[in-house]
């Protein structure tokens, strides 16, 4: 069996988000505790489908042991085991401002690069 060529782009997304992804997940944190599972359910929402679980749980665990969120566990409301939830300790709150701001300029310098200057 061969496997399909990726759609165009979707390697230069993949790389793009990996540069990003521990920023996206300390925003998501921020909004609201959450679990595993649901980085992912909301990355799927912002249009950002190119993540597995696979890829954020041992983000996540560097960035505890790095300081920059916390976990617990809780109870499922689905009645199966405890779940572990993360949320953002202050130097997380610290370093999402940091890295916004670093986006903010970094998109922002980039789209003056990209910027069509043929046009008048």
């Given at each position: 069996m061969t496997k399909e060529?990726?759609?165009?782009g979707d390697q230069r997304r993949s790389q793009l988000l990996r540069g990003v992804l521990d920023l996206c997940l300390l925003s998501l944190i921020a909004e609201r505790p959450r679990y595993g599972y649901e980085f992912v359910e909301a990355l799927e929402a912002?249009?950002?489908?190119?993540v597995?679980?696979?890829?954020?749980?041992?983000?996540?665990?560097?960035?505890?042991?790095g300081g920059l969120i916390e976990s617990y566990r809780a109870a499922s409301s689905s009645g199966g085991a405890p779940r572990k939830y993360y949320r953002l300790s202050e130097a997380g709150q610290a370093e999402l401002t940091r890295g916004r701001?670093?986006?903010?300029?970094?998109?922002?310098?980039?789209?003056?690069?990209?910027?069509?200057?043929?046009r008048p």
């Open positions: 060529p990726s759609p165009p912002g249009g950002l489908e190119l597995s679980e696979g890829s954020i749980y041992p983000l996540l665990a560097r960035m505890e042991r701001a670093v986006w903010r300029d970094f998109t922002g310098q980039v789209g003056q690069v990209l910027a069509d200057r043929d």
